[in-house]
């Protein structure tokens, strides 16, 4: 058994990856889907808004790991974050998605963040 690696997501420490990656998908948990469009986000795939402050704060921290976060933020920036069944159709997971300042939307990695996030605090 390989020993544990600590991680640091914003502010938020974590004694594990797999913790660190318990933590995302409880915030997936949270949000089992709804039936409306959030904006233009159209209603397929059942986008549910993640509305809780702390998660929010979480997940800005978490996208700024991406390993090409101007390509989750865009130009303007991230007005909420989704959770939606992926549109690519793999499996129905559900996975975090971003509406941006100027209403276009996408998804974007949540593993491959925590893979980068820094391995002690920054």
């Known amino acids: 058994m390989s020993p544990a690696i600590p991680v640091w997501i914003g502010n938020r420490h974590y004694p594990s990856v797999g913790e660190a990656e318990a933590a995302c998908r ?9 039936s409306e469009p959030i904006g233009p986000v159209s209603a397929q795939g059942n986008p549910q808004l993640v509305d ?5 704060a979480f997940l800005h921290d978490l996208v700024r790991l991406h390993p090409t976060p101007e390509t989750v933020f865009g130009t303007t920036g991230v007005a909420h974050f989704l959770v939606r069944v992926n549109g690519k159709g793999y499996n129905d997971n559900r996975c975090f998605w971003v509406l941006r300042d100027d ?3 996408n998804d974007f990695s949540w593993p491959e963040c925590v893979k980068n996030a820094p391995r002690q605090a920054g």
């Open 103 to 105: 209403e276009t939307f």
């Open 26 to 34: 409880s915030i997936i948990d949270k949000h089992p889907g709804r």
């Open 52 to 56: 809780d402050p702390d998660d929010v």
